[in-house]
């Protein structure tokens, strides 16, 4: 890649791997999220876990989201494209057919035959190969030597007998199966979790019950406050499995059948304008808005798999915290940011397409992307300052919002923890007392000669 005149393949450096590195964890919304929830929530938490059997707990949680978050988009989504493409649309004859590449289009342009077809010659256009779609094309016995993506639209066309409407409508098909199978797998997967790490802890640690309250009360009061949901982890693990698969089907529908239908209604027209909202980058980097709604079933699993009312808490925190940081805090910083740079340094990282006249965007403006940014420095539109700003302010914000989560959110979740369970501790003590003094009012003690007397 060319920037400013240098030429990178000539002279590798560290700085351009840093900016391209900052530029996919920016045009990937579940790679930064998985990056903060890492540094900035699993290992800060489970460093802070109050015992050991939580400590447990917390590190099998960290890892199977990480797994999920970092190997869906590198393994899965990669293999489930071609799939789609020739078992469900049926647009290539061969699995490692370069030709899968079409699905990367955006629903933005499935509207309409013209600009498919339009958006599919772009993307024939392009011959960049991406390193992780590289893999596959290794496998392939035809790209020894190089593994170069290129599309071809006219083998795309022959499949389908040259009935451009007939690829839209596959197109439209194999995306919407790919986007189905991904949610179900990786929201199945993170929500039905924490159920399945209740049964880990109860076999590893004897006991059912909060982990982190085993070392803050007797095992008898840690049990009596998971009673009820001993009793009803089955029913609300089904409940989860039926809420997480009516939404991804209520997504599905509002994203890709508006796509196919004809009708003309306000409300099919926004579904329809909004289905790019559900894109895959690339083909495998999951967007803000569907990644936001599974984050959001995922927490009703974990609050749904909670053993007591205090986890319930915790997890609404732990979960609430990060994820109305992460899409709301995350976005008005980085605005906030790139606005002050703009003013005080005269750089141009806010969009100056006209999306900015609204009150409230004249505070926090809409920005560019660092592709953006990075695209336009090539092309000298801007300063390089640009570029170096832009990466700045993305590293700045992703520290910041790791500090807040990390430190301060156990550390108050923790005080809450303690207090709930005081409160049991001393309940049960108070009881007990009291069993005690209405045992010593029952028993008979021994009658005076002299008070026998009287009653006689």
């Given at each position: 890649m060319q920037v400013a005149g240098?030429?990178?393949?000539?002279?590798?450096?560290?700085?351009?791997?840093?900016?391209?590195?900052?530029?996919?964890?920016?045009?990937?919304?579940?790679l930064s999220r998985a990056l903060i929830d890492l540094c900035g929530c699993d290992i800060p938490w489970v460093i802070m876990a109050n015992n050991n059997t939580e400590r447990k707990e917390k590190s099998r949680k960290l890892f199977s989201g990480f797994a999920v978050a970092w190997l869906t988009p590198f393994c899965t989504l990669p293999f489930s494209?071609?799939?789609?493409?020739?078992?469900?649309?049926?647009?290539?004859?061969?699995?490692w057919s370069n030709n899968h590449k079409a699905i990367h289009i955006s629903n933005e342009f499935l509207k309409d035959t013209k600009s498919m077809m339009a958006e599919l010659q772009r993307i024939a256009n392009k011959t960049d190969k991406y390193p992780l779609e590289?893999?596959?094309?290794?496998?392939?016995?035809?790209?020894?030597?190089?593994?170069?993506?290129?599309?071809?639209?006219?083998?795309?066309?022959?499949?389908?007998?040259?009935?451009?409407?007939?690829?839209?409508k596959k197109l439209i098909r194999s995306k919407n199966a790919v986007f189905f199978s991904d949610c179900v797998f990786t929201f199945t997967t993170i929500g039905a979790f924490p159920f399945f790490n209740n049964e880990i802890t109860k076999k590893d640690s004897g006991q059912s019950g909060f982990s982190a309250e085993m070392s803050m009360a007797d095992k008898e009061i840690v049990e009596k406050r998971a009673e009820n949901y001993e009793k009803s982890k089955r029913k609300k693990f089904l409940t989860y499995m039926g809420i997480?698969?009516?939404?991804?089907?209520?997504m599905s529908l509002g994203a890709f059948a508006s796509l196919y239908s004809k009708n003309g209604s306000k409300f099919v027209q926004n579904l329809r304008n909004g289905s790019k909202l559900f894109d895959y980058n690339?083909?495998?980097?999951?967007?803000?808005?569907?990644?936001?709604?599974?984050?959001?079933?995922?927490?009703?699993?974990?609050i749904l798999a909670a053993r007591n009312n205090t986890e319930r808490k915790d997890v609404a925190l732990r979960f609430g915290i990060p994820l109305t940081i992460f899409y709301g805090g995350d976005l008005l910083l980085s605005s906030l940011f790139a606005n002050l740079s703009d003013r005080l340094f005269g750089t141009k990282l806010c969009k100056d397409d006209g999306s900015n006249k609204s009150a409230i965007n004249k505070i926090f403006p809409k920005i560019k992307s660092?592709?953006?940014v990075m695209e336009e420095v090539e092309q000298g539109k801007i300063s390089k300052t640009n570029k170096r700003v832009s990466a700045g302010i993305f590293w700045a914000n992703m520290l910041i919002l790791m500090?807040?989560?990390?430190?301060?959110?156990?550390?108050?979740?923790?005080?809450?923890?303690?207090?709930?369970?005081?409160?049991?501790?001393?309940?049960?003590?108070?009881?007990?007392?009291?069993q005690s003094a209405m045992?010593?009012?029952?028993?008979?003690?021994?009658?005076?000669?002299?008070?026998?007397?009287?009653r006689v």
């Open positions: 240098i030429n990178h393949k000539q002279n590798p450096s560290f700085k351009n791997g840093f900016y391209n590195v900052t530029r996919e964890l920016d045009s990937s919304v579940m494209n071609r799939f789609a493409m020739k078992y469900i649309g049926k647009l290539t004859k061969s699995f590289a893999i596959y094309g290794k496998f392939n016995p035809k790209n020894k030597k190089k593994y170069v993506q290129k599309l071809n639209i006219d083998e795309l066309l022959k499949s389908v007998g040259g009935d451009e409407e007939e690829l839209r997480l698969t009516g939404t991804t089907l209520a690339k083909g495998i980097y999951m967007s803000r808005l569907p990644l936001f709604i599974g984050s959001a079933v995922t927490c009703i699993g974990s660092i592709k953006q500090v807040s989560m990390g430190y301060a959110v156990p550390t108050a979740i923790n005080k809450m923890i303690k207090k709930d369970v005081e409160k049991d501790v001393q309940a049960g003590v108070n009881v007990k007392n009291n045992n010593q009012s029952n028993i008979v003690k021994p009658i005076r000669m002299e008070d026998f007397i009287k």
